[in-house]
């Protein structure tokens, strides 16, 4: 054959649009895959969220808790000590709260309240 193609090589109109709808079925099945997987992984993705947000709690209620403990300890540890030293100036405590500690002295006619905090 000279200069013109076989006609094996020629592809017709009809293999040409099939081919055309073939990729366009492809095309379209990949798209649906690609939407079901984004929608998945979005279901994942906010699973995890939701489980991140739920040990963020957690650990801010320990961290909370724990500032709370060591407060009492602080308080707990200078309250002593301020009790023995108007002990010692001869105060004499009635009654020690958390918010406070009211004492007297009855030599001097005083009484009054400390806030610690």
Known sequence: MSDTQSPKSVMSYEQ???LFQKIAED???????????RAQFQKELEKLREAAEKQRRITDKKISDLGDRIGQLVEEMVEGGVV???????YTFNIITKRGTTFESKELGL?????LF
């Open 16 to 18: 040409i649009m099939g």
């Open 111 to 115: 009484s009054c309240e400390v806030d």
């Open 27 to 37: 095309s379209e099945k990949a798209q649906e895959e690609a939407k079901a997987e």
């Open 84 to 90: 023995r030293k108007f002990n010692k100036l001869g």
